[in-house]
């Protein structure tokens, strides 16, 4: 009877749970750590842990139809963009489901990971317990430990991330305040779209280094994340034809009071937003460029304007972080940049996998639950990844499709597009189907650790 590798999830998120659910599935025996008293992660609104940036009013910007998970359908009476809790429901319900709360351990961090000479894993709990793994899945999310921008002078109002806002009343009450949100990402948009709404703030300001392309949520009366690409087309005509499409519906941003992108549609990270146009159209957000100083109670932006502020919110992004780890090899570098083959492993660590480290278009929900696919087959001995050398070219090729055409930044070192990666991904799964035939054994497969035991 075939013995398989002996399992740590790091993370009870979608990723993590996901990842456990095709584990458990594949009969492969395995332990999950989570540091909050619940599942869900990110999506866990006032998560214990102190980790989730849910906000009160957040719905998800993906629709119900991108987001589903295979063996679990969203409910018929969802709407199109389902809030956090109705997402957090849906969440427990697949845990419970499939019976993985069991081999969860709640409350319980991972303090520490090393990797042992010859493979395999020591583990450390925040309860001062180690234990010994064969395998490490690293699961813990890329969307908690907050990226500050660094301005000169000081600031003497309310100042936090936009990780810590939860409503315009929490952390601190804004309302009748002048407010700077920095940053036109999603959460950015979101924020200054409901701050800027009387009677609630006094004016609201958002400040950013360069126009973006902002997309709505529906495109002619249906969810625009449907309309998605063939992953046979070639890449370029795709992106061309659809940023046709978005210039036609959407127009120009400068149209709207926007500044003007220095950069084509689809070539950044998307800002999605039903809402912010609309605020910015009636005069409710007012738009300015970078923060140049921060003068005490007031703000000097790089257009020479000075105005008196009371908050800002730093709506910046995140890093990429895995504070368990010591070694430097294990984490991204200081562009932010973390190559891993098909966004899972690194070459020459063939006893570690990362799961949603990746920024997928249209949804990050259900991403691990694929990758999960190639993972189990790995450590059931049904798949053999390719060697060292011939991961780190098909990384750089992947790299290249995926993050091509966008502009250099700490933003898009991580991007995926989730049509055209699933598609290879499954190719991939079949080759290494193939590979592991040929090879004719159960054991370690080019130095990989994926493997049964007799």
């Known amino acids: 009877m075939a013995r398989y590798p002996t399992c740590c999830i790091i993370g009870a998120g979608a990723s993590g749970f996901t990842t456990a659910k095709r584990l458990k599935d594949a009969g492969v025996p395995f332990d999950v750590y989570d540091m909050s008293d619940d599942i869900g992660g990110n999506w866990y609104f006032g998560n214990p842990n102190g980790l989730s940036a849910c906000y009160e009013s957040l719905h998800i910007d993906t629709s119900k139809w991108r987001l589903a998970f295979e063996d679990l359908p969203v409910p018929d009476d969802w709407p199109d963009f389902p809030h956090h809790s109705q997402i957090l429901d ?71 991330h936009a990780h810590d806002y939860r409503s315009p009343f929490a952390p601190v009450d804004l309302r009748g305040k002048n407010v700077v949100v920095v940053g036109m990402g999603n959460s950015a948009m979101d924020i200054a779209s409901e701050l800027s709404q009387r009677p609630i703030a006094r ?23 449907k309309a998605s690409m063939p992953h046979w087309m070639p890449r370029r005509l795709g992106l061309r034809l659809a940023a046709k499409r978005i210039r036609k519906i959407v127009g120009n941003m400068e149209d709207y009071g926007l500044p003007k992108p220095d950069h084509e549609p689809l070539t950044a990270h998307p800002s999605v937003s039903g809402e912010f146009l609309t605020r910015v159209g009636c005069g409710d957000v007012k738009v300015k460029p970078n923060i140049a100083e921060l003068m005490g109670d007031k703000v000097r932006f790089e257009d020479g304007s000075v105005e008196a502020v009371d908050a800002i919110i730093y709506a910046t992004g995140y890093k990429i972080s895995f504070p368990f780890f010591e070694d430097e090899a294990l984490k991204p570098d200081a562009a932010h940049r973390f190559p891993l083959f098909k966004r899972m492993m690194k070459p020459g660590v063939p006893d570690l996998f990362f799961m949603g480290l990746a920024q997928p278009l249209p949804t990050l929900v259900n991403f691990a639950e694929q990758q999960a696919k190639l993972v189990a087959a790995c450590l059931t001995g049904r798949y053999a990844p390719p060697s060292e050398a011939e991961m780190k070219a098909i990384i750089a090729k992947d790299e290249a499709l995926h993050m091509g055409h966008f502009y250099e930044s700490a933003r898009h070192t991580i991007q995926v597009d989730f049509g055209i990666y699933v598609h290879d991904l499954m190719k991939e799964i079949g080759r290494g189907e193939r590979r592991a035939n040929r090879e004719h054994s159960a054991t370690t497969r080019n130095g990989c650790a994926c493997r049964t035991t007799r």
Not at 141 to 156: L, V
Not at 210 to 220: A, E, I, S
Request: overall charge positive; hydrophobic content about 40%.
């Open 90 to 160: 849906y969440f427990r319900s697949y845990v419970d489901r499939f019976g993985l709360r069991p081999h969860i351990t709640f409350n319980t961090a991972v303090t520490k990971a090393v990797r042992k000479d010859g493979g395999g894993w020591e583990v450390t709990l925040s309860t001062g317990e180690t234990r010994a793994y064969d395998v490490l899945i690293v699961a813990n999310g890329h969307h908690w430990d907050p990226r500050y921008p660094d301005y000169p002078g000081t600031f003497n109002g309310a100042a936090f």
């Open 203 to 225: 004016n609201l300001w958002v400040a950013a280094r360069r126009g973006v392309w902002v997309l709505p949520k529906y495109m002619n009366g249906k969810v625009a994340d």
